[in-house]
């Protein structure tokens, strides 16, 4: 009776593990109404996730491991690109969103960041919602293998694109260095 005791132990896996699994998988791609989501980062609860909602806002989502959505912050932008990572050292990652905006003194819509922080390891809330960083954002990496974490840009300085590292200290991100490619 070997093969009625596997038979057993292979469904009794499926219905704890695979199927849970499953689930989440279906929570995250779904988040509720949104069309799109797509994860950005696992947290201690759960995951944040950035969705495109119906009317083309995108909305950053901190969803539990039973698919609740414990706090949310709507991007009133076009997104290009995010990331994430610990950037001020507190062991609770930062969520970098590369929008699409203008600001008060730069009235040309351009690529600039928007830094979150889990307040409490739970709610979103914004560290710097930004202008653009020296010259203008082509792009942008987290560069994890320090702590705290560094941004590293690829920006179009004039007719050069050249790479910069920032990092997170005080109010927004502080230039720290160029890096050679």
């Given at each position: 009776?070997?093969?009625?005791?596997?038979?057993?132990?292979?469904?009794?896996?499926?219905?704890?593990?695979?199927?849970?699994?499953?689930?989440?998988?279906?929570?995250?791609?779904?988040?509720?109404?949104?069309?799109?989501?797509?994860?950005?980062?696992?947290?201690?609860?759960?995951?944040?996730?950035?969705a495109n909602g119906s009317d083309s806002i995108a909305t950053l989502l901190h969803i539990?491991?039973?698919?609740?959505?414990?706090?949310?912050?709507?991007?009133?932008?076009?997104?290009?690109?995010?990331?994430?990572?610990?950037?001020?050292?507190?062991?609770?990652?930062?969520?970098?969103?590369?929008?699409?905006?203008?600001?008060?003194?730069?009235?040309?819509?351009?690529?600039?960041?928007?830094?979150?922080?889990?307040?409490?390891?739970?709610?979103?809330?914004?560290?710097?919602?930004?202008?653009?960083?020296?010259?203008?954002?082509?792009t942008f990496r987290i560069e994890r293998d320090s702590m705290p974490a560094r941004i590293?840009?690829?920006?179009?300085?004039?007719?050069?694109?050249?790479?910069?590292?920032?990092?997170?200290?005080?109010?927004?991100?502080?230039?720290?260095?160029?890096?050679?490619?």
């Amino acid at each position: 009776m070997p093969s009625a005791t596997i038979c057993r132990e292979t469904h009794f896996r499926f219905w704890r593990v695979v199927l849970p699994s499953i689930l989440w998988i279906v929570s995250l791609v779904s988040c509720g109404n949104n069309k799109d989501a797509v994860e950005i980062c696992r947290t201690n609860i759960g995951s944040v996730v950035v969705a495109n909602g119906s009317d083309s806002i995108a909305t950053l989502l901190h969803i539990d491991s039973n698919g609740d959505t414990l706090s949310q912050w709507p991007l009133h932008h076009s997104v290009y690109h995010f990331d994430y990572g610990d950037l001020v050292g507190d062991g609770v990652p930062e969520i970098v969103v590369g929008v699409i905006k203008k600001t008060k003194y730069w009235r040309t819509e351009d690529r600039r960041l928007f830094v979150f922080k889990l307040y409490k390891g739970e709610l979103i809330r914004p560290l710097w919602l930004g202008s653009r960083l020296g010259c203008p954002i082509l792009t942008f990496r987290i560069e994890r293998d320090s702590m705290p974490a560094r941004i590293v840009s690829t920006e179009q300085c004039s007719d050069t694109i050249i790479q910069a590292m920032y990092r997170i200290k005080g109010f927004g991100p502080k230039f720290e260095k160029y890096i050679n490619n």
